[in-house]
């Protein structure tokens, strides 16, 4: 990460262009349809461009307290996160700074049992056996099937894994029909927003010949 142009212009279907990233403004989302667990890993290429000391949510799915969670969350600070795995906070507290992190830039955030961010470990867990009862979503949090704390982010990429298999390699784009949203190239599904209102598109990327 991030995605090398390059190697994924045979990926999209015909009519499909490839932009930089996709924009949301706090009321869109997308459903990735895949619940997590504990040996699920996200892989996140984003810039939350409108962090301050309110939390927006970059993913998550789970039912709060109750065990079973995966999220990511930025936290009171933009040297701070709340990372969720299977138990509140267990990766990271909301009120903690990060040395390795700085959310007033673009930023790579790699979570499963352990947290890296920009290529540095920050901690890690044990690994634990749970199965998330919702679906993740990306740009907010499905908290018990409710939309949480939906968030202002550019997202350059996104990679799932489950028990170290991909299953949803998530690149920004624009379908035919000029909708914005984000292409898995690992299923061939278009995801498109969810929520209200639309995704703004960055600019086209542009493929070299050869």
Same mark, same amino acid.
């Given at each position: &990460?991030?995605?090398?142009?390059?190697? !994924?212009? +045979?990926?999209?279907?015909?009519?499909?262009? =490839?932009?930089?990233?996709? =924009?949301?403004?706090? !009321?869109?989302?997308?459903?990735?349809?895949?619940?997590?667990?504990?040996?699920?890993?996200?892989?996140?290429?984003?810039?939350?461009?409108?962090?301050?000391?309110? +939390? +927006?949510?970059?993913? @998550? %799915? @789970?039912?709060?307290?109750?065990? %079973?969670?995966?999220? &990511? $969350?930025?936290?009171?600070?933009?040297s701070s996160l709340q990372a969720d795995y299977d138990t509140t906070q267990s990766l990271?507290?909301?009120?903690?700074?990060?040395?390795? &992190?700085? $959310? !007033?830039?673009r930023v790579v955030i790699s979570m499963s049992n352990e947290l890296v961010i920009n290529s540095s470990f920050v901690t890690s867990v044990d690994i634990k056996t749970f199965t998330s009862t919702q679906n993740m979503y990306l740009f907010a949090n499905n908290n018990g099937g409710t939309l949480q704390l939906p968030s202002s982010l550019y997202l350059y990429s996104c990679r799932i894994y489950d028990n170290n298999t991909l299953v949803r390699n998530f690149i920004p784009c624009k379908n035919i029909a000029g909708t914005v949203g984000l292409y898995d190239a690992t299923n061939g599904v278009f995801y498109q927003n969810a929520g209200s209102g639309s995704f703004t598109a960055g600019p086209d990327v542009t493929y070299k010949d050869g």
């Open positions: &990460l991030p995605i090398d142009a390059s190697s !994924t212009a +045979q990926v999209f279907p015909e009519g499909y262009t =490839q932009v930089e990233y996709i =924009q949301s403004s706090g !009321t869109q989302y997308i459903d990735t349809g895949f619940k997590p667990g504990g040996n699920t890993k996200v892989v996140i290429d984003f810039y939350a461009y409108n962090q301050s000391t309110s +939390q +927006q949510s970059v993913f @998550g %799915g @789970g039912t709060n307290k109750t065990g %079973g969670l995966f999220s &990511l $969350l930025t936290g009171t600070s933009t990271a507290n909301i009120n903690n700074t990060i040395s390795e &992190l700085d $959310l !007033t830039k």
